[in-house]
């Protein structure tokens, strides 16, 4: 069990550099071993609006940006007004005496003003600095630590900026100790360090530690940030990244480099992948294997470009016209978005189809610890039944020349040899229209019925056996709970936070199925499972219930009730816990919890 568990908010404009205290403290924590989880709800504008960052840190799990406030550290006046009322008793609030006004806090708030105009000898930038100091000095965090930081982010601006921001920290970190009541516990240094990554960058590092050589996107919000990494790293790792001038280029250049055995791979927002589809079909079509990353964010059309969301599931479902085998997984949490992209790379080249990916902002904007132990950067690579031009071939096919070669061979397992462009006596088309076993088109003069049905057919039984290779999903939790909470994806986090604030503060007993892999599907066992439920409640991030409805749609089980939340912003624990007592009671069957924070 847990004994420290604190969490931390900095609000102000857009501009106001927020990011900056945000990663300090978060790499200070990590440091110290301690698990964390970083939220950043912001707007769509360069300057202005209002942002807020919660930081959450933990000796024990963090699985969500939980349900309370620790530190408030509001940058202008708007921030403490739509924050403060958040804060109970023996939470903290410091803030720039000569800007910002308290108001009322509750009582056992602590009201900690801030002379930075004096601590800083007039330095408007400051500000941040002076506050982060105070707020670790109250944690019990020893000052090196944050001179160290400093020393790390401004080592670019050279010895004399970094003096004068470690002077500002000092002058911080002094006056909290002097005027300010520490908090009854201190954050604790468990001897080891974590590494601190965003969910972007675990898809960036999946993807090259899978092998990834080619990479193309356009920039969409809220993926950009794995074109970013990917970019960064690029000659380095001998990665060819290419920005292109739309989705439906981006979609048609990493196909045309799986076509030449290249692993290839690319990530967008729903907007972009719904530019894509066309051609994730013609995958589908010539049996190419590549990866495509969605992270949702609120639709329509570009609907809120930085809030999150799980409202592309039935898009994904119904990628690109026609019947053809596609995989596609939501990872629930940043270490499972590193794991998933090799996982998902040897699928796709052994059953010779796309893979997509559906994360969201939440996770692949939102920040986490890990054990750098837990990141394995040298994962297995099984590229399949694949003849390379040297000869190797983990299961050659055909004959010595090009007309015994059947690129799309009706086999079995539906599998066909698949020759890399080169292969001597491999010679053959890859056609998107329909196509005999030896890739010649079958529509030009006369449709023949029956090849049409062999190649669908052929195509389909290739998913038969990628079921027993991806793990089932479980139950957590007892067997005999009053309720079943159901999820998919990024809510995998909060529903087990949920269960147990259920056990422990309300007396429910509450068990949960998150489901990761959507297609292919675990029909029997999460049928098994849900048989055994008393009472079926499913949370998801959208507005129709997609989840609900494919879980219907392919067990038959209809859910007892449902959570649902589509407002831009995630769910936090206490929404669960008040939406089952809600539904247990009798009250409804659907809750639409509010957000609370008016961010």
């Known amino acids: 069990m847990a004994k420290v568990d604190f969490a931390i908010g900095i609000g102000g404009e857009a501009g106001q550099g927020i990011a900056t205290p945000g990663d300090i403290l978060a790499r200070i924590f990590a440091r110290r071993g301690l698990n964390l989880n970083a939220y950043n709800a912001y707007q769509s504008i360069i300057r202005g609006g209002h942002t807020f960052l919660t930081i959450r840190a933990s000796d024990g799990p963090v699985r969500s940006m939980g349900d309370k406030l620790d530190v408030l550290i509001p940058l202008n006046q708007d921030t403490m007004d739509r924050h403060l009322r958040l804060l109970t008793?023996?939470?903290?609030?410091?803030?720039?005496?000569?800007?910002?006004?308290?108001?009322?806090?509750?009582?056992?708030?602590?009201?900690?003003?801030?002379?930075?105009?004096?601590?800083?000898?007039?330095?408007?930038?400051?500000?941040?600095?002076?506050?982060?100091?105070?707020?670790?000095?109250?944690?019990?965090?020893?000052?090196?630590?944050?001179?160290?930081?400093?020393?790390?982010?401004?080592?670019?601006?050279?010895?004399?900026?970094?003096?004068?921001?470690?002077?500002?920290?000092?002058?911080?970190?002094?006056?909290?100790?002097a005027n300010f009541k520490p908090f009854p516990f201190k954050a604790p240094n468990l001897g080891h360090g974590n590494a601190v990554l965003t969910g972007n960058m675990a898809l960036a590092m999946g993807g090259i530690a899978a092998g990834v050589k080619f990479y193309a996107a356009y920039p969409m919000s809220p993926s950009t940030g794995v074109l970013m990494y990917m970019a960064s790293h690029a000659r380095q790792l001998g990665i060819m990244v290419r920005q292109v001038e739309d989705e439906i280029g981006v979609m048609n250049m990493i196909i045309g480099a799986a076509q030449t055995g290249c692993r290839a791979m690319c990530a967008t927002s729903g907007g972009g992948f719904a530019l894509m589809t066309e051609a994730v079909g013609m995958a589908g079509m010539i049996e190419t294997p590549v990866v495509c990353i969605d992270v949702q964010r609120a639709g329509p059309a570009t609907g809120v470009?930085?809030?999150?969301?799980?409202?592309?599931?039935?898009?994904?479902?119904?990628?690109?016209?026609?019947?053809?085998?596609?995989?596609?997984?939501?990872?629930?949490?940043?270490?499972?978005?590193?794991?998933?992209?090799?996982?998902?790379f040897n699928l796709c080249d052994k059953f010779q189809c796309p893979g997509l990916v559906l994360s969201d902002l939440l996770i692949s904007e939102g920040t986490a610890?890990?054990?750098?132990?837990?990141?394995?950067?040298?994962?297995?690579?099984?590229?399949?039944?694949?003849?390379?031009?040297?000869?190797?071939?983990?299961?050659?096919?055909?004959?010595?020349?090009?007309n015994a070669y059947?690129?799309?061979?009706?086999?079995?397992?539906?599998?066909?040899?698949?020759?890399?462009?080169?292969?001597?006596?491999?010679?053959?088309?890859?056609?998107?229209?329909?196509?005999?076993?030896?890739?010649?088109?079958i529509s030009d003069e006369f449709t023949n019925p029956a090849k049409r049905r062999l190649m669908v057919e052929k195509r389909a039984r290739k998913m038969e056996a990628v079921l027993a290779q991806i793990p089932a999903p479980q139950l957590v939790g007892p067997a005999n709970a009053a309720v079943t909470l159901v999820g998919w994806g990024s809510t995998e986090g909060v529903i087990r936070e949920a269960v147990e604030k259920l056990a422990a503060e309300e007396g429910i007993v509450a068990n949960?199925?998150?489901?990761?892999?959507?297609?292919?599907?675990?029909?029997?066992?999460?049928?098994?499972?849900?048989?055994?439920?008393?009472?079926?409640?499913?949370?998801?991030?959208?507005?129709?219930?997609?989840?609900?409805?494919?879980?219907?749609?392919?067990?038959?089980?209809?859910?007892h009730g449902h959570i649902r939340k589509y407002d831009g912003e995630p769910f936090m624990p206490h929404h669960l816990v008040n939406a089952v007592k809600e539904q247990l009671s009798g009250a409804t069957e659907l809750s639409v919890p509010e957000h609370e924070i008016h961010v």
């Not at 479902?317 to 992209?341: E, H, M, N, S, W």
């Not at 020759?419 to 890739?439: F, L, N, S």
Request: proline share 7%; aromatic share 8%; glycine share 10%.
């Open 406 to 441: 059947l690129r799309y061979k009706n086999t079995a397992s539906g599998i066909s040899p698949r020759a890399v462009p080169g292969v001597p006596g491999h010679i053959h088309v890859a056609p998107t229209d329909e196509h005999d076993e030896d890739g010649t088109l």
């Open 89 to 177: 008793a023996g939470a903290c609030v410091l803030f720039d005496v000569e800007k910002i006004k308290p108001g009322a806090p509750a009582s056992g708030v602590q009201v900690c003003p801030l002379p930075v105009k004096q601590l800083t000898a007039g330095n408007k930038l400051a500000g941040n600095t002076v506050a982060i100091a105070a707020t670790l000095q109250m944690l019990g965090i020893e000052f090196k630590a944050l001179e160290d930081a400093l020393a790390r982010i401004f080592k670019r601006k050279g010895d004399a900026v970094i003096a004068e921001n470690v002077g500002f920290a000092r002058a911080g970190y002094d006056y909290a100790a």
């Open 305 to 344: 470009p930085t809030k999150t969301e799980q409202g592309d599931l039935w898009q994904a479902l119904g990628a690109g016209q026609g019947d053809y085998p596609r995989l596609i997984v939501a990872p629930t949490d940043q270490l499972d978005c590193f794991k998933i992209v090799p996982e998902l």
């Open 512 to 559: 949960q199925l998150a489901i990761k892999w959507i297609v292919p599907f675990h029909v029997e066992e999460v049928t098994r499972l849900l048989a055994r439920s008393k009472k079926i409640i499913i949370v998801e991030n959208n507005f129709t219930g997609q989840f609900a409805r494919y879980l219907r749609s392919e067990t038959g089980i209809a859910a």
């Open 369 to 402: 610890s890990v054990n750098p132990k837990d990141l394995n950067f040298q994962p297995e690579i099984d590229r399949g039944e694949m003849i390379f031009p040297n000869g190797d071939s983990a299961n050659p096919f055909g004959g010595a020349n090009d």
